[in-house]
T-cell receptor, first 114, second 114 residues
Framework: DSGVTQTPKHLITATGQRVTLRCSPR?????VYWYQQSLDQGLQFLIQ???????AKGNILERFSAQQFPDLHSELNLSSLELGDSALYFC?????????????FGDGTRLSIL | GENVEQHPSTLSVQEGDSAVIKCTYS??????FPWYKQELGKRPQLIID?????GEKKDQRIAVTLNKTAKHFSLHITETQPEDSAVYFC?????????????FGQGTELSVKP
């Protein structure tokens, strides 16, 4: 158990819909990262929040957005879903703002778009 | 842009043999290099990491080496066991003011045959 909690574990929805994925970091960690894992793209960094503020951004689509709340949990919102958004979405957390500190991954949310 | 190349994509060894996975990164400002092991359907698990001020690090049967000049780093697993079978990912922290962004290699599927 990494201490990073993600809900839900599985999500099945249709094209055009909107979903919210939730992540609670390990106790004491202030940074939350979101990654997308698909078969053809591997593990892709989406976005990082540190203590409530956006810290780094990857190739995150405009249809996707995220935030980190005062209690440090984070939500990733995916809208106008397309078939290609089907993937595993992982959240990771680390102590500080930089990744020369270990990042620990949650169990992921498997998103299936029908 | 930033890139991490990982080779080989698949690796099959006999139990007890050694396995070596190699990665090359493009951003000379990268300063942190973790390795993750991912079993089928599970989360990536951090197995070892190395910072740019160190050339080699060992943890029991696992070692990582870093050549900053050549921008290469490698994972070495000795005395492989069937439970080492998994997909292994290398990663590099993006340089500069990029927070904790990790750039991942495409993964190596390691199969250890009993």
């Amino acid at each position: 158990d990494s201490g990073v909690t993600q809900t839900p574990k599985h999500l099945i929805t249709a094209t055009g819909q909107r979903v919210t994925l939730r992540c609670s970091p390990r106790s004491g960690d202030l940074s939350v990262y979101w990654y997308q894992q698909s078969l053809d793209q591997g593990l892709q960094f989406l976005i990082q929040y540190y203590n409530g503020e956006e810290r780094a951004k990857g190739n995150i689509l405009e249809r996707f957005s995220a935030q980190q709340f005062p209690d440090l949990h984070s939500e990733l919102n995916l809208s106008s879903l397309e078939l290609g958004d089907s993937a595993l979405y992982f959240c990771a957390s680390s102590l500080g703002p930089y990744s020369n500190q270990p990042q620990h991954f949650g169990d992921g949310t498997r998103l299936s778009i029908l | 842009g930033e890139n991490v190349e990982q080779h080989p994509s698949t690796l099959s060894v006999q139990e007890g043999d050694s396995a070596v996975i190699k990665c090359t990164y493009s951003d000379s400002a990268s300063n942190y290099f973790p390795w993750y092991k991912q079993e089928l359907g599970k989360r990536p698990q951090l197995i070892i990491d190395i910072r740019s001020n160190v050339g080699e690090k060992k943890d029991q049967r696992i070692a990582v080496t870093l050549n900053k000049t050549a921008k290469h780093f490698s994972l070495h697993i000795t005395e492989t066991q069937p439970e080492d079978s998994a997909v292994y990912f290398c990663a590099a922290r993006g340089g500069g003011n990029q927070g904790g962004k990790l750039i991942f290699g495409q993964g190596t599927e390691l199969s250890v045959k009993p």
